[in-house]
């Protein structure tokens, strides 16, 4: 029963709609772009570009955090002032002059754009933000003499060295205070690869140039902690901090305080802290200045429009829309007709199997091609499905009808149970256990729970290992077995699972394979590929069969037993492995001639050739 749509919920409806709302945004943006894009260019015009702003001021505030005054600050403001085109001035609090880009007597801005002071404002450690506390680039007493950096900078070397060595990226970088950190990429916990033996502490010990700049900190912080009532003498120490939080001046040497009990006395702590920090960098830093740029914070003329702008903005926005609705209207009758053949061929029972007309080509059509060609693979499948489970049946009766005859006999007393008949009994049930283990090895395959458990394995002993448990079954059948293995040719593989590989293959040349045949196992090396071979002088197969060969319980001959001619369930099994490890099966045959079975898998250096 065709179910009805209510108007609101229908696709037409839906996309009329949302078509007036585009239309209706487009013309609010244009109009938003407009007005935004002309007042932005008066804001150029003025001066008011905050990216250049807050370049002009990070660049100032290095040079006063590297400079003790602004004695030689006019070539760097110059060179700023002619690179962004705008009025740059320094002054003090009090609006003395300090260095100007305009000629003298230029009348300043109203207001101040910013306070030049790197001992508050941090302008260096995220681009474009104003951060509250010291510049890094405030180095002071903490700058490293040559000696020192050196002597840092080969124990940075030596734990670069050792990182690498535990498999971890790092580099060494430099601080403003000459100190080398060494960095982990990506932030890899070096603990986490057992690389703590890198961390050995020298690195992270403050030179006697920090020690006499921490000493100097400890004497200014101590008589603030007492002043309020902090008794830490001997307690108060500092330490290297190479993640640079709270960092004092560039050094990245923080200030560690034992727990004091409550968060004021803490807080208390942490601000005689600071305190004695700004009072110990003072000195090596330029004095605070008052940062003016380009033309004050006037702010620029508003953008209007006049009463005949407004009636072309109306006209224009009530044009596209009407345009807009009726080129919606004619797209969606036109994408609802295929919609809905879909619809109507999708609710049709499943064993229909119905296909819909293809009409377009555009994505309907294209939609319209992929639900036919999902409908086609549904009716192979399901057709599979049924030979599949017709076939299981016929595979488990065989040897359960055995079975269950030959018990029948032997409970009316009819047969004794000698030691041949229980032989036959137990070959019929090694039978249906092949089969079962083959089913459970396709059927893990197929949901993706088939468990590898890979190690290095060199071709040529997995081509011994599989040569020598399928010799006596050879020499029973007269068929000569030989291996070629190519020393070089390795691979990361599950043992068992590889071997379970080639005795399938083994085992069908085998069969094969008439008297006085021989059988070939290959192991070679090519590029980066370990490429294994199993080849038979047997009957071979025909071209029309090779493109099945790797089916469930297809076989070439349907005369033969499964007694004979195996489970039918060997190559789909040696395809699902390979394909587990990553590689390949093949198979190239010629009647009367014999049949080759191709396996190429990634292959891995020798132990000992890593790099």
Same mark, same amino acid.
């Given at each position: 029963?065709r179910?009805?749509?209510?108007?609101?919920?229908?696709?037409?409806?839906?996309?009329?709609?949302?078509?007036?709302?585009?239309?209706?945004?487009?013309?609010?943006?244009?109009?938003?772009?407009?007005?935004?894009?002309t007042?932005?260019?008066?804001k150029?015009?003025?001066?008011?570009?905050?990216?250049?702003?807050?370049?002009i001021?990070?660049?100032?505030?290095g040079y006063?955090a590297?400079?003790?005054? #602004?004695?030689?600050?006019?070539?760097?403001?110059?060179?700023?002032?002619?690179?962004?085109?705008?009025?740059?001035a320094l002054?003090t609090?009090?609006?003395?002059?300090?260095?100007?880009?305009?000629?003298?007597?230029?009348?300043?801005?109203?207001?101040?754009?910013?306070?030049?002071d790197?001992?508050?404002t941090?302008?260096?450690?995220e681009?474009?933000?104003?951060?509250?506390?010291?510049?890094?680039?405030?180095v002071?007493?903490?700058?490293?003499?040559?000696?020192?950096?050196?002597?840092?900078?080969?124990?940075?070397?030596?734990?670069?060295?050792?990182?690498?060595?535990?498999g971890?990226?790092?580099?060494?970088?430099r601080?403003e205070?000459?100190?080398?950190?060494?960095p982990?990429?990506?932030?890899?916990?070096?603990f986490?690869?057992?690389?703590?033996?890198?961390?050995?502490?020298?690195?992270?010990?403050?030179?006697?140039?920090?020690?006499?700049? =921490?000493?100097?900190l400890?004497?200014?912080?101590?008589?603030?902690?007492?002043?309020?009532? =902090?008794n830490?003498?001997g307690?108060?120490?500092?330490?290297?901090?190479?993640?640079?939080?709270?960092?004092?001046?560039?050094?990245?040497?923080?200030a560690?305080?034992?727990?004091?009990?409550?968060?004021e006395?803490?807080?208390?702590?942490q601000?005689?802290v600071?305190?004695?920090?700004?009072?110990?960098?003072?000195?090596?830093?330029?004095p605070?200045?008052?940062?003016?740029?380009?033309?004050?914070?006037?702010?620029?003329?508003?953008?209007?429009?006049?009463?005949?702008?407004?009636?072309?903005?109306?006209?224009?926005?009530?044009?596209?829309?009407?345009?807009?609705?009726?080129?919606?209207?004619?797209v969606?009758?036109?994408?609802?007709?295929p919609?809905?053949?879909?619809?109507?061929?999708?609710?049709q029972?499943?064993?229909?199997?119905?296909?819909?007309?293809?009409?377009?080509r555009?994505?309907?059509?294209i939609?319209a091609?992929?639900?036919?060609? =999902?409908?086609?693979?549904?009716?192979?499948?399901?057709?599979?499905?049924?030979a599949?489970?017709?076939?299981?049946?016929?595979e488990?009766?065989s040897?359960?009808?055995?079975?269950?005859g #030959?018990?029948?006999?032997?409970?009316?007393?009819?047969?004794?149970?000698?030691p041949?008949?229980?032989d036959?009994?137990?070959?019929?049930?090694l039978?249906?256990?092949?089969?079962?283990?083959?089913?459970?090895?396709?059927?893990?395959?197929?949901?993706?729970t088939?468990?590898?458990?890979?190690?290095?394995?060199?071709?040529?002993?997995?081509?011994?290992?599989?040569a020598a448990?399928?010799?006596?079954?050879?020499?029973?059948?007269?068929?000569a077995?030989?291996?070629?293995?190519?020393a070089?040719? #390795?691979?990361?593989?599950?043992?068992v699972?590889?071997?379970?590989?080639?005795g399938?293959?083994?085992?069908?040349?085998?069969?094969?394979?008439?008297?006085?045949?021989?059988?070939?196992?290959?192991?070679?090396?090519?590029?980066?590929e370990?490429?294994?071979?199993?080849?038979?002088?047997?009957?071979g197969?025909?071209?029309?069969?090779?493109?099945?060969?790797?089916?469930?319980? #297809?076989?070439?001959?349907?005369?033969?037993?499964?007694?004979?001619?195996?489970?039918?369930?060997?190559l789909?099994?040696?395809?699902? =492995?390979?394909?587990?490890?990553?590689?390949?099966a093949?198979?190239?045959s010629?009647?009367?001639?014999?049949?080759?079975?191709?396996?190429?898998?990634?292959?891995t250096?020798?132990?000992g050739?890593?790099?």
């Amino acid at each position: 029963m065709r179910r009805r749509i209510p108007v609101r919920k229908r696709l037409v409806v839906r996309l009329l709609f949302v078509s007036a709302l585009i239309a209706v945004c487009s013309v609010a943006a244009t109009a938003w772009l407009a007005v935004t894009t002309t007042t932005s260019a008066l804001k150029e015009e003025q001066g008011q570009d905050l990216a250049a702003d807050n370049r002009i001021l990070a660049q100032l505030s290095g040079y006063a955090a590297t400079h003790s005054d #602004w004695a030689g600050v006019r070539p760097t403001l110059r060179e700023l002032a002619a690179r962004t085109g705008r009025r740059i001035a320094l002054t003090t609090a009090d609006r003395t002059p300090v260095a100007d880009s305009a000629p003298r007597g230029t009348p300043l801005p109203p207001r101040a754009a910013a306070t030049v002071d790197p001992l508050r404002t941090d302008t260096y450690t995220e681009t474009g933000a104003q951060l509250s506390g010291v510049d890094p680039r405030v180095v002071g007493p903490y700058r490293l003499p040559a000696a020192e950096r050196v002597k840092l900078d080969s124990l940075a070397e030596r734990r670069e060295h050792c990182y690498e060595r535990h498999g971890l990226q790092a580099t060494v970088e430099r601080t403003e205070s000459g100190r080398p950190v060494v960095p982990v990429a990506d932030g890899a916990d070096p603990f986490a690869y057992g690389a703590d033996v890198c961390e050995d502490g020298r690195l992270n010990t403050p030179t006697v140039t920090e020690h006499k700049a =921490l000493d100097t900190l400890s004497d200014l912080v101590r008589p603030c902690l007492r002043k309020n009532g =902090l008794n830490l003498d001997g307690r108060l120490f500092f330490t290297f901090d190479p993640r640079g939080k709270d960092s004092l001046g560039g050094g990245f040497l923080v200030a560690k305080l034992p727990k004091l009990g409550s968060g004021e006395a803490t807080r208390t702590a942490q601000r005689c802290v600071q305190t004695a920090r700004r009072t110990q960098l003072q000195p090596y830093v330029a004095p605070v200045a008052e940062l003016f740029l380009g033309i004050g914070d006037q702010n620029p003329a508003r953008f209007d429009m006049s009463p005949a702008n407004k009636a072309k903005v109306v006209g224009v926005a009530g044009l596209v829309l009407a345009v807009t609705v009726a080129v919606t209207a004619v797209v969606a009758v036109r994408l609802v007709r295929p919609l809905r053949a879909l619809t109507l061929a999708a609710q049709q029972p499943p064993e229909l199997h119905v296909r819909v007309p293809v009409t377009t080509r555009d994505e309907t059509g294209i939609l319209a091609e992929a639900f036919n060609d =999902l409908t086609e693979r549904r009716a192979r499948l399901e057709a599979q499905r049924k030979a599949m489970v017709s076939d299981i049946a016929h595979e488990l009766r065989s040897p359960l009808t055995n079975i269950r005859g #030959w018990l029948e006999v032997v409970r009316d007393g009819v047969v004794e149970p000698d030691p041949a008949l229980l032989d036959s009994l137990h070959e019929e049930a090694l039978v249906l256990q092949r089969i079962i283990d083959d089913l459970q090895d396709l059927a893990a395959a197929d949901a993706g729970t088939l468990r590898l458990h890979r190690e290095p394995l060199r071709a040529g002993d997995l081509l011994d290992q599989v040569a020598a448990a399928h010799r006596v079954a050879a020499d029973t059948a007269g068929v000569a077995l030989r291996t070629e293995a190519d020393a070089a040719a #390795w691979l990361d593989a599950d043992p068992v699972r590889m071997r379970q590989v080639l005795g399938n293959l083994v085992s069908n040349a085998l069969r094969h394979t008439l008297a006085d045949g021989t059988v070939t196992l290959s192991a070679r090396r090519e590029g980066d590929e370990a490429v294994f071979t199993v080849a038979d002088t047997g009957s071979g197969i025909a071209p029309g069969d090779l493109p099945h060969v790797f089916e469930r319980f #297809w076989r070439a001959e349907k005369s033969r037993s499964r007694r004979t001619g195996g489970s039918g369930l060997g190559l789909p099994i040696v395809r699902h =492995l390979v394909a587990a490890h990553g590689g390949t099966a093949g198979v190239a045959s010629e009647p009367g001639v014999g049949t080759v079975f191709t396996l190429r898998l990634p292959a891995t250096p020798p132990p000992g050739d890593e790099p």
